[in-house]
């Protein structure tokens, strides 16, 4: 492989020393941009410098619910259907029009007919049809997996030009909203030949989309250079922004080191940077900077037990885990008030939420209860043993998510004092996929999952999509719950919004009741910009959308 010379702005960025963020902390770096009344109308031209914290993996659109892969494809590919970051209502964008049978089994969406991919190829029924058939069914020939946000997918027929129908195999309700994800980009149909190496890193410039920029540049695992396309004029309606976007090009930089984003953004080598990190939250607001963090909107930040497990085969142990873990004192003490305390296994901002904080108390002395009921008693050192065996589990470490390292460690603290032994495996990329599909190797597992959607709490659980639960054994196909299997089901099958939120419902106090899940808190994505940015917005799952950005230098 040839050596690749960073860019002279990357090489800046690298070159960022403790004390120049420490001096940059201390300046006063607002601009007139940050004043509303000198912002005048946009702005068309120049080139945003975006820092990223981790590297994009790969760009086949059921794959992009990892906010770097996602961060670039709603840039690059336009969906079907709109869904308004703020109120979560559905409105028209590549599709004018849908309409349903009444058992939610069938789908015709009618198109414009102006909109073309960024290789000239039209964006029309055939293509629609195209990317559906494979989103919806998969391709294991070429390791392309099936979209967890489209249900019982079955077939597509394209009517005329303009005209395209979906069929389902089963009520799927949720399908249209599943249209305006993220995960369902529209690309061309030359794209969807590819493999999943063909959509993977080095290979950028060849995902060809609809949107309102196309990756024009790469360098693997640094950075990622975005261009504005000159005749893209088919933005959502409801948008006030219509035309080419205003700026003409964005630069993304992988910069892993939390100090120097937040430095490169403070001394200007960067206009915007994502995963502000809780602890420099306010040293950037100090500084004059916007701090956004819009809400994910699905699956909370939570710690899932893998019940299946010998040690958590027993509800009164997982039962002690939740009572003995202070979740008020881990926001206390590593995050800020943009990560509200979890009331839920949802987000109170998700479809469906039902509070069930009465199943989320604090109480050592119940946590100590249950594990002496449970035949776990106190050792020498602190901690319980039952039958030789130590009170031992292991939680992964969630990378992606934030400061989870911390958060764990303090966890851990926590329930040292009730006698448990919690370990936090830190791994490498490969020894960790491998290890979080075992639950002999990870009893606990730390994650989320965003979706404005009914939906998104069967993306997590059920056997077929996440599993986190591993309630599908992967080295048998086992279900350990089938009642858990049945409502999750349930959610993604039933027709009327009235009729899923009930669903939701009955998983939700079903996770509560059998203390599945311990859910942490609400999480954000959490963005800051300088002062002359302006326009920056976010999809519904907090996103960035760069569509109507524009410098006011």
């Known amino acids: 492989m040839a050596l690749r010379i960073p860019s002279p702005r990357f090489a800046a960025i690298l070159a960022l020393s403790t004390a120049a963020i420490l001096?940059?902390?201390?300046?006063?770096?607002?601009?007139?941009?940050?004043?509303?009344?000198?912002?005048?109308?946009?702005?068309?031209?120049?080139?945003?410098v975006y820092l990223e914290q981790q590297t994009y993996t790969n760009l086949y659109p059921p794959a992009a619910g990892f906010y770097p892969n996602g961060g670039i494809m709603n840039q690059i590919a336009d969906r079907l259907v709109y869904q308004d970051p703020e109120t979560l209502e559905l409105e028209p964008w590549i599709a004018t029009e849908w309409k349903t049978n009444e058992t939610a089994t069938e789908y015709t969406f009618t198109l414009r007919s102006d909109v073309?991919?960024?290789?000239?190829?039209?964006?029309?029924?055939?293509?629609?049809?195209?990317?559906?058939?494979?989103?919806?069914?998969?391709?294991?020939?070429?390791?392309?997996?099936?979209?967890?946000?489209?249900?019982?997918?079955?077939?597509?027929?394209?009517?005329?030009?303009?005209?395209?129908?979906?069929?389902?195999?089963?009520?799927?309700?949720?399908?249209?909203?599943?249209?305006?994800?993220?995960?369902?980009?529209?690309?061309?149909?030359k794209t969807l030949d590819l493999t999943l190496e063909g959509f993977g890193a080095g290979n950028g410039e060849d995902?060809?989309?609809?949107?309102?920029?196309?990756?024009?540049?790469?360098?693997?695992?640094?950075?990622?250079?975005?261009?504005?396309?000159?005749?893209?004029?088919?933005?959502?309606?409801?948008?006030?922004?219509?035309?080419?976007?205003?700026?003409?090009g964005i630069q993304i930089i992988v910069t892993p080191e939390d100090s120097v984003r937040v430095g490169s953004l403070l001394s200007g080598q960067?206009?915007?940077?994502?995963?502000?990190?809780?602890?420099?939250?306010?040293?950037?607001?100090?500084?004059?900077?916007?701090?956004?963090?819009?809400?994910?909107?699905?699956?909370?930040?939570?710690?899932?037990?893998?019940?299946?497990?010998?040690i958590l085969s027993d509800i009164r142990v997982r039962q002690a885990l939740l009572a003995g873990i202070n979740r008020q004192e881990v926001i206390d003490t590593i995050y800020t008030a943009n990560y509200p305390l979890a009331t839920s296994t949802l987000s109170k901002t998700a479809l469906g939420y039902v509070d069930e904080s009465a199943t989320l108390v604090y109480d050592t002395a119940k946590a100590e209860?249950?594990?002496?009921?449970?035949?776990?008693?106190?050792?020498?050192?602190?901690?319980?043993?039952?039958?030789?065996?130590?009170?031992?589990?292991?939680?992964?470490?969630?990378?992606?998510?934030?400061?989870?390292?911390?958060?764990?460690?303090?966890i851990?603290?926590?329930?040292?004092?009730?006698?448990?032994?919690?370990?936090?495996?830190?791994?490498?990329?490969?020894?960790?996929?491998?290890?979080?599909?075992?639950?002999?190797?990870?009893?606990?597992?730390?994650?989320?999952?965003?979706?404005?959607?009914?939906?998104?709490?069967?993306?997590?659980?059920?056997?077929?999509?996440?599993?986190?639960?591993?309630?599908r054994n992967p080295q048998d196909n086992s279900i350990g719950d089938p009642k858990l299997e049945t409502l999750l089901e349930a959610v993604a099958s039933k027709v009327t919004p009235a009729e899923r939120a009930a669903a939701d419902k009955e998983v939700q106090d079903y996770l509560a009741a059998q203390a599945y899940v311990i859910p942490l808190f609400e999480e954000p994505q959490v963005y800051s910009a300088a002062g002359y940015v302006q326009g920056f917005g976010f999809e519904s799952v907090a996103r960035p959308s760069f569509y109507n950005v524009w410098l006011n230098k």
Request: negative net charge; hydrophobic residues 35%; aromatic residues 8%.
């Open 23 to 48: 001096l940059a902390g201390c300046a006063d770096t607002r601009t007139a941009g940050s004043d509303p009344a000198a912002v005048g109308a946009p702005i068309t031209g120049g080139t945003a």
């Open 116 to 189: 073309t991919f960024s290789d000239g190829t039209p964006l029309d029924a055939a293509a629609v049809a195209k990317n559906f058939d494979l989103y919806g069914r998969g391709d294991a020939d070429r390791a392309l997996t099936v979209s967890e946000a489209i249900n019982n997918y079955d077939h597509s027929e394209v009517v005329d030009a303009s005209t395209v129908k979906f069929f389902f195999s089963k009520p799927s309700p949720g399908f249209v909203q599943a249209t305006s994800t993220i995960t369902s980009g529209l690309l061309s149909p």
């Open 207 to 248: 995902i060809i989309g609809s949107g309102p920029f196309t990756i024009t540049g790469e360098k693997i695992g640094t950075e990622l250079t975005l261009a504005a396309r000159e005749d893209y004029a088919w933005g959502p309606p409801s948008v006030e922004h219509q035309g080419r976007a205003y700026l003409d």
């Open 270 to 310: 960067a206009d915007l940077i994502r995963a502000v990190e809780a602890q420099d939250e306010k040293q950037v607001e100090a500084a004059g900077f916007e701090v956004y963090a819009p809400q994910t909107n699905g699956v909370n930040n939570s710690l899932n037990l893998r019940f299946r497990h010998g």
């Open 369 to 410: 209860k249950l594990l002496d009921e449970a035949g776990w008693t106190r050792t020498g050192d602190g901690i319980r043993t039952k039958n030789g065996q130590k009170l031992t589990l292991v939680v992964n470490e969630a990378a992606p998510q934030p400061r989870s390292f911390e958060a764990l460690t303090l």
């Open 412 to 471: 851990s603290q926590q329930l040292a004092k009730i006698g448990v032994d919690l370990q936090i495996l830190k791994a490498d990329a490969g020894t960790y996929a491998e290890a979080i599909q075992d639950a002999d190797r990870v009893q606990i597992y730390h994650s989320i999952v965003g979706r404005a959607d009914y939906d998104v709490i069967k993306s997590q659980y059920y056997s077929t999509n996440r599993n986190v639960l591993l309630n």
